[in-house]
């Protein structure tokens, strides 16, 4: 079983930036792909980064440039951080896990955060 907790969601002004943290427990959790998605009311669940156990890393278009995810492997700890904040960006933002990168980058992990919410004001 692995536990994904999030945290550092907020409300933020255009411009502004957060950081995302995701917390992994579990047995399996040492050498896990992990990832960022997100969804906004009335819409799909989007992708938006994956990260290797190693650091490689994959992005959205929609978010590159802006977002980057990085990984603590020591603290079991995955980062969203994210710059230039738009109000297009407002979504529930999830940690996602799998043990493979592909599932990860391909929109499949086998895990999932609660998820944490992300404002951002015009």
């Known amino acids: 079983q692995v536990q994904l907790v999030e945290s550092g969601g907020g409300l933020v002004q255009a411009g502004g930036s957060l950081r995302l943290s995701c917390t992994v427990s579990g047995r399996t959790s040492g050498t896990l792909a992990m990832g960022w998605f997100r969804q906004a009311p009335g819409k799909e669940r989007e992708f938006l980064a994956a990260i290797s156990w190693l650091g490689t890393s994959t992005y959205a278009d929609s978010v590159k440039g802006r977002f980057t995810c990085s990984r603590e492997n020591a603290k079991n700890t995955v980062y969203l951080q994210m710059n230039n904040l738009k109000p297009e960006d407002t979504a529930l933002f999830y940690c996602?896990?799998?043990?493979?990168?592909?599932?990860?980058?391909?929109?499949?992990?086998?895990?999932w955060g609660q998820g944490t919410q992300v404002t951002v004001s015009s």
């Open positions: 996602a896990a799998a043990k493979l990168y592909s599932d990860v980058a391909g929109g499949r992990p086998d895990y």
